[in-house]
């Protein structure tokens, strides 16, 4: 189930009302951020999570002092507990002065930055949460680590592209990737990861989803796939050239994928 609450239905776009505070610094005490700071005028942005609310604080570029915060939801783990978390980053992505803010626990928020105030929650199932442990388990050694590390069948980190009202969302912890639009939150398409591990933006049109064994453009409108190509399997992130999309493998060297036509060329 999802892990932020109060939920709506399964995989419901929710609009809530501001939750905003400008609080004293003591606030940032004990905050557990979730990733880089995001330039924003004056500011920088972070999620941050403190005990089991989950916040985007605005932080004074000169002095280190709390602007302002926006919470963002509640979680229903302890972040102690919640190891699947402890290795996702989650990077904002500002356009139009609005912030997207991915928390690696079951939600995308959506932040007007003028006001500033959440403008829409869309919560989503965890996929990574490990079952529950049995009684006669419960005294073994801690494994959930193991489990989930970065070798695990998954995305490997978070994907946030906003283009053209658009926004294209992969995280770690759901198997699915999702599209909505950026002002209001409606779920536009979703489909099932399809192995897939990395995904880059290309261009306003097309989204590169990086698998095991295949790399797939999609269509960023509908998430039709556009071409596939088979691939060897990436031994970590790549990057975007003029031309394609290049990455490392495991079996060494560098594989160039064309991202007009997805033509596979091996690099030295």
Same mark, same amino acid.
């Given at each position: 189930s999802a892990a932020v609450v109060p939920a709506a239905a399964? $995989?419901?776009?929710?609009s809530e009302p501001s939750r905003v505070t400008s609080a004293s610094d003591a606030e940032l005490n004990d905050v557990f951020f979730m990733g880089p700071p995001q330039p924003f005028r004056h500011w920088r942005l972070i999620v941050g999570q403190k005990e089991g609310t989950v916040s985007l604080f605005a932080i004074d570029a000169a002095d280190g002092s709390l602007g302002w915060s926006v919470t963002l939801g509640r979680v229903l783990r302890a972040l102690q507990e919640d190891k699947p978390r402890h290795g996702t980053a989650c990077p904002i992505t500002i356009d139009e002065g609005r912030a997207y803010c991915p928390t690696a626990a079951g939600s995308l928020a959506c932040v007007d930055l &003028?006001?500033?105030r959440l403008l829409w929650v869309y919560r989503y199932p965890r996929d990574d949460?490990? &079952?529950a442990a049995r009684t006669e388990d419960r005294m073994r050694p801690d494994t959930t680590h193991a489990t989930h590390m970065p070798t695990r069948e &998954?995305?490997?980190?978070?994907f946030l592209n906003v283009r053209r009202g658009r926004v294209v969302f992969a995280s770690p912890d759901s198997d699915r990737p999702f599209a909505f639009d950026a002002r209001s939150g409606r779920?536009?398409?979703t489909h099932d990861r399809d192995r897939g591990l990395f995904a880059a933006g290309l261009g306003d049109e097309r989204v590169l989803v990086v698998g095991a064994n295949r790399a797939t453009a999609r269509?960023?409108?509908d998430g039709r796939a556009v071409w596939t190509?088979?691939?060897e399997r990436p031994a970590g992130t790549g990057f975007l050239t003029e031309t394609g999309y290049v990455f490392p493998t495991e079996s060494g060297g560098l594989l160039h994928v064309r991202t007009d036509d997805g033509r596979v060329?091996? $690099?030295k």
């Amino acid at each position: 189930s999802a892990a932020v609450v109060p939920a709506a239905a399964k $995989g419901e776009r929710e609009s809530e009302p501001s939750r905003v505070t400008s609080a004293s610094d003591a606030e940032l005490n004990d905050v557990f951020f979730m990733g880089p700071p995001q330039p924003f005028r004056h500011w920088r942005l972070i999620v941050g999570q403190k005990e089991g609310t989950v916040s985007l604080f605005a932080i004074d570029a000169a002095d280190g002092s709390l602007g302002w915060s926006v919470t963002l939801g509640r979680v229903l783990r302890a972040l102690q507990e919640d190891k699947p978390r402890h290795g996702t980053a989650c990077p904002i992505t500002i356009d139009e002065g609005r912030a997207y803010c991915p928390t690696a626990a079951g939600s995308l928020a959506c932040v007007d930055l &003028r006001t500033p105030r959440l403008l829409w929650v869309y919560r989503y199932p965890r996929d990574d949460l490990p &079952r529950a442990a049995r009684t006669e388990d419960r005294m073994r050694p801690d494994t959930t680590h193991a489990t989930h590390m970065p070798t695990r069948e &998954r995305w490997h980190e978070v994907f946030l592209n906003v283009r053209r009202g658009r926004v294209v969302f992969a995280s770690p912890d759901s198997d699915r990737p999702f599209a909505f639009d950026a002002r209001s939150g409606r779920l536009l398409w979703t489909h099932d990861r399809d192995r897939g591990l990395f995904a880059a933006g290309l261009g306003d049109e097309r989204v590169l989803v990086v698998g095991a064994n295949r790399a797939t453009a999609r269509a960023a409108d509908d998430g039709r796939a556009v071409w596939t190509a088979n691939i060897e399997r990436p031994a970590g992130t790549g990057f975007l050239t003029e031309t394609g999309y290049v990455f490392p493998t495991e079996s060494g060297g560098l594989l160039h994928v064309r991202t007009d036509d997805g033509r596979v060329v091996r $690099g030295k």
